[in-house]
């Protein structure tokens, strides 16, 4: 099993926001589409949760190949942004 170490998050960090359209503006996400265990990863839920957020439509995502889901990041922080249940670290 691989493992992705991800910077502090925006929603982690105390203190002045990074700007929309900056080059920080992932807050340490990967600069393209992520799948649904990156997303958990980096969230701190299960896999199957992001995959519940994006059928009953509060994720959003977009088809890749036959069966897979990719994520935006800016759809991820915006799902955390709504309340994404994350781990209490």
Do not use: K
């Not at 203190?15 to 807050?27: I, L």
């Not at 265990?37 to 994720?59: D, I, K, N, P, S």
């Amino acid at each position: 099993m691989r493992r992705t170490i991800y910077s502090e998050s925006e929603h982690t960090v105390t203190g002045t926001a990074a700007p929309a359209d900056g080059p920080s503006a992932n807050s340490g996400l990967p600069n393209r589409l992520m799948t649904a265990f990156e997303v958990a990863e980096f969230v701190g839920c299960h896999e199957e949760t992001v995959r519940r957020a994006y059928w009953r439509g509060l994720l959003v995502s977009q088809r890749f190949g036959v069966r897979s889901r990719r994520f935006h990041p800016r759809d991820v922080h915006d799902w955390i942004s709504r309340g994404a249940p994350t781990r209490v670290s």
